[in-house]
């Protein structure tokens, strides 16, 4: 019997099957058409399967200059955020891709220029020594002072020897000094074309006034190999030339880079839960919304030396299904759920943990109860703010008229270096019938519905940020961002 095909719906697990097969391009197009579709959807998904295709791209994609490369991610960065403009994980991961180039190709100027000097160096210590000719050694400077040195020159005495006759001396002890006199005389003021030999005893030495204006005379003395001549440019030597016209092949470090990138999205989440120590105490009681699985293994780490109770929101009406799933540990099925049944471990209940699940509307009344609220996020932006479910914005106010701390849980990967400009091009807004039915009628047509599926957080509500990286204040995301993103790769 011949076996039956099953049927596959599309999705990330679907797309990186096909990324082993399909061409580049196609590949590409997939991906664009996932996006605009929602079939891929959620930060963590997207950022996979922008890692995986970035992959693909620089595994088959031959260059001869890097540049090329860059203008390669470039455009496939641009064509990624233009199918999905509110997914800013896909930019997050092109800039971050973009920034291991650019950093691995200055490296590797770096180890040029090295080799350069090293080059230089080496055939500088080879070069042959010196013939002993006494026409190519300079000539030594004397002990005393010299007729050019200004201190002589500051202490020079009159000329005339009659001067020295004052005194009653004899003509035989005023000629003696007359000639000890000539012997230091000051010499004239040069022009640019006198010298300062005095009497042929002197060396020659050109003046500096006509530095400019004698044409250069070649250097008794050879210059080494691979050192820069005062009158010509140093030519390189063979093997010097040969490291500079063939650099070292970036590929397998730059392949290397993205898959410390994709371990990154892999273990970000563990990564994280292990400093729920540090912010989780006995006896709590902590306020969380919808089923971010980033929020349930910090919850989930905590549980194991710590005794506390959860208070989670429904989330309705977009993830109200997911949030029972979360605590009752049942998967949903729901193919644009991000969490996976193996992503699921232990679930809330069995971990020992207190969990209250109340409608919204209770949060206002329940948070002066409440010693901290975390929240999971969508997206967190430069200035502090950030992009999650629906609803969260209303817990964070509430959490701000009870003065009761805000945390964040949130990975790297979704901090973006935009500025939130237009804060409605941020909002994504889903199907309105799960707030109305279509069945009446009657209502629907007389009333615009809206069904909003993300809240900006403005970073004024929110209090302490915790990352793979540590625990940070909104005030200090700048130097995250400046950190990982290249100011050259912020705007795609």
């Known amino acids: 019997m011949p076996s039956k095909a099953v049927a596959v719906s599309p999705g990330l697990s679907s797309y990186l099957k096909s990324l082993k097969t399909n061409s580049v391009e196609s590949s590409i197009e997939h991906l664009i058409s996932l996006l605009k579709r929602r079939q891929i959807r959620n930060s963590r998904p997207c950022a996979i399967a922008t890692a995986y295709l970035l992959l693909r791209v620089v595994s088959l994609f031959r260059w001869t200059d890097i540049e090329q490369l860059i203008e390669r991610i470039h455009r496939v960065g641009q064509r990624l ?229 959860v208070i989670h929101t429904e989330s309705f009406p977009n993830d109200h299904e997911a949030t029972y799933a979360t605590i009752i540990g049942k998967s949903n099925k729901d193919e644009h759920d991000e969490l996976s049944p193996e992503s699921f471990q232990k679930p809330l209940i069995s971990a020992g943990i207190t969990v209250i699940l109340i409608p919204d509307s209770g949060v206002f009344a329940l948070m002066s109860r409440v010693n901290k609220v975390i929240l999971g996020t969508h997206a967190v932006l430069a200035n502090g703010g950030l992009v999650a479910a629906a609803g969260a914005k209303t817990i964070a106010k509430a959490a701000q008229m009870h003065k009761t701390p805000v945390v964040i849980v949130s990975g790297v990967y979704k901090l973006s270096p935009v500025y939130p400009f237009d804060f409605e091009g941020l909002i994504e807004y889903g199907d309105a019938s799960k707030i109305f039915k279509y069945e009446d009628g009657d209502l629907v047509q007389k009333v615009d519905v809206e069904n909003p599926l993300f809240d900006y957080v403005p970073a004024e509500l929110v209090d302490l940020y915790i990352t793979n990286l540590g625990g940070h204040a909104p005030s200090y995301l700048y130097r995250i961002v400046s950190d990982h993103y290249r100011t050259e790769d912020i705007n795609l």
């Open 81 to 309: 955020c233009a199918a999905q403009p509110r997914e800013l994980a896909v930019g997050n991961i092109v800039r971050r891709v973009l920034g291991l180039i650019r950093e691995e190709a200055e490296d590797d100027r770096d180890v040029d220029a090295s080799q350069y000097s090293d080059a230089g160096n080496e055939s500088q210590d080879s070069s042959p020594p010196r013939p002993d000719n006494p026409s190519t050694e300079r000539t030594g400077l004397s002990s005393s002072i010299t007729t050019f040195s200004p201190l002589r020159h500051s202490a020079l005495e009159p000329t005339n020897s009659n001067l020295f006759n004052t005194d009653g001396r004899t003509d035989d002890e005023a000629g003696s000094k007359s000639e000890i006199t000539q012997t230091f005389q000051r010499p004239p003021l040069l022009t640019s074309h006198t010298s300062y030999a005095v009497n042929n005893t002197a060396p020659t030495v050109q003046s500096m006034f006509s530095l400019l204006t004698q044409e250069g005379t070649p250097s008794p003395i050879p210059t080494p190999p691979g050192m820069q001549s005062p009158n010509a440019r140093a030519s390189l030597t063979p093997q010097h030339s040969f490291k500079v016209s063939h650099p070292r092949d970036l590929k397998p470090d730059i392949i290397g880079g993205i898959e410390e990138i994709i371990d990154e999205l892999d273990q970000v989440d563990d990564q994280i839960a292990a400093y729920a120590l540090e912010h989780i105490h006995s006896n709590e009681i902590i306020m969380t919304h919808t089923s971010s699985l980033t929020v349930q293994k910090f919850l989930l780490k905590a549980a194991t030396k710590r005794k506390f109770t």
